[in-house]
């Protein structure tokens, strides 16, 4: 659907911004792809399941979708936790600030007929955490809703 990449590039601008310490992740959609030593500071921003909603507008079909937001950091790992404690809330406002720069920018997409109605709700998964590697992964999940027009 062409809708969901234009989400997506409407989206990169703000993400940069908002992230501007961190790099794209080369295998966005695998991270473990990715090699353990280039996963400080990084980020993907990919499309995920999406469902369709009833009965929006004649003419249009209405949807919604999670994005899924990957951050990925390292961190000195010493004899407490207080530095992986520091990156993790570091990823938590990231994650916030990036929720509410989406919701404001109302991302305007340039197809006229292609509409994001609504960015709604927000899931973080429980922090994955390599400890051999001193590694933290953290996923967002950012719910969308969008039309586009049928013909």
Do not use: H, W
């Amino acid at each position: 659907m062409a809708i969901v990449s234009e989400i997506i590039e409407a989206a990169r601008p703000i993400l940069e911004s908002i992230l501007a310490d961190y790099s794209k992740l080369d295998y966005e959609y695998i991270v473990a792809s990715n090699s353990e030593r280039s996963l400080e500071k990084r980020y993907g921003f990919i499309p995920s399941a999406a469902s369709f909603v009833e009965g929006q507008a004649l003419g249009f079909t209405t949807l919604d979708q999670a994005f899924l937001l990957t951050l990925t950091d390292t961190y000195i790992n010493r004899d407490c936790d207080e530095p992986l404690r520091d990156v993790l809330f570091n990823m938590y406002a990231e994650v916030q600030d990036v929720l509410k720069e989406l919701q404001k920018s109302k991302l305007s997409l340039p197809t006229p007929a292609n509409r994001v109605l609504l960015i709604s709700g927000l899931s973080i998964d429980e922090p994955e955490i390599i400890e051999e590697n001193s590694i933290v992964v953290l996923r967002a999940v950012f719910n969308f809703r969008y039309q586009y027009r049928n013909n």
